[in-house]
C-alpha cells in the first residue's frame, strides 16, 4: 500500500511555465516532508522540506504548499528552465522512523526551451 | 568534502547467487539508510544503520540484510537472488544522530543489480 500518493505521474511544461506536483499521505504520525530531485544516472537530491508546523516553505524557485487539514503537499517551481528536468519524488517520515522515509512515485516532469 | 560513494556501480548476477554492495558515507555521518528503487515499486527503505546498529527496518523478506562498521561504512547482502531483485540499490547517509531527528539525507549514485 502506498503511503504518499504523488500526481501526475508525467508533466510537460513550457520554459518559465508553473509544474505542480501534488502529493496526499494517509498517516498523521506524519511530520517530516521532503522533496528530491532525481537526474537520470544519479541518486536523489533533497530540494526542499517542510514541516507541519507552517503551511508554505519557499526556497529559491521551489516552493511547498502544505494542507494539514487535508493531509496534501505540493510543489510549485516557478520559472521552470530546462535544467529542471528531472524525476520529482515527494516523501514523507514520521519522527519514530526518522530516516525512513516513505516515496511517492515520482513524476517526470520536462521543461521544453 | 567527498559524498556517498557506492561500490559497484553495475553488477550482473544469476538466480540463486548472493551479492554484497558496499557504501561509505560522507565523512562525519554516523547514519545509513538504504533504499531499492525500482520502476514498478519506487523507492523503498529497506533498513537504517547507526552506530553499527540496525535502527530501522524497511519490509523485506530475510535474504536482504546489512551491516556497518565501526568506520561507519555499511555494506548490505542480498541471498538467493530472485529476478525481482533486480534493482537500483541506492545507499544514503545523515548526520542525525538524535532518535527521532530527521536530517537530510545525502543519497549516493547507487549500485545497480542486474539478476539473469
Known amino acids: 500500500q502506498q503511503q504518499v500518493k504523488q500526481s501526475p505521474q508525467s508533466l510537460i511544461v513550457q520554459k518559465g511555465g508553473i509544474p505542480i506536483i501534488n502529493c496526499a499521505y494517509e498517516n498523521t504520525a506524519f511530520d517530516y516532508f521532503p522533496w528530491y530531485q532525481q537526474f537520470p544516472g544519479k541518486g536523489p537530491a533533497l530540494l526542499i522540506a517542510?514541516?507541519?508546523?507552517?503551511s508554505e516553505k519557499k526556497e529559491g524557485r521551489f516552493t511547498i504548499s502544505f494542507n494539514k487539514s487535508a493531509k496534501q503537499f505540493s510543489l510549485h517551481i516557478m520559472d521552470s528552465q530546462p535544467g529542471d528536468s528531472a524525476t520529482y519524488f515527494c516523501?514523507?517520515?514520521?519522527?519514530?522512523?526518522?530516516?525512513?522515509?516513505?516515496f511517492g512515485t515520482g513524476t517526470r516532469l520536462t521543461v521544453i526551451p | 568534502k567527498a559524498g556517498v560513494t557506492q561500490t559497484p556501480r553495475y553488477l550482473i548476477k544469476t538466480r540463486g547467487q548472493q551479492v554484497t554492495l558496499s557504501c561509505s558515507p560522507i565523512s562525519g555521518h554516523r547514519s545509513v539508510s538504504w533504499y531499492q528503487q525500482t520502476p514498478g515499486q519506487g523507492l523503498q527503505f529497506l533498513f537504517e544503520y547507526f552506530s553499527e546498529t540496525q535502527r530501522n527496518k524497511g519490509n523485506f523478506p530475510g535474504r536482504f540484510s546489512g551491516r556497518q562498521f565501526s568506520n561507519s561504512r555499511s555494506e548490505m547482502n542480498v541471498s538467493t537472488l530472485e529476478l525481482g531483485d533486480s534493482a537500483l540499490y541506492l545507499c544514503?547517509?545523515?548526520?542525525?544522530?538524535?532518535?527521532?531527528?530527521?536530517?537530510?539525507?545525502?543519497f549516493g549514485e547507487g549500485s545497480r543489480l542486474t539478476v539473469l
Open positions: 544514503a547517509s545523515s548526520n542525525s544522530w538524535i532518535q527521532g531527528n530527521t536530517g537530510e539525507l545525502f
Open positions: 517542510i514541516r507541519p508546523d507552517v
Open positions: 516523501a514523507a517520515s514520521s519522527r519514530a522512523g526518522a530516516n525512513n522515509l516513505f
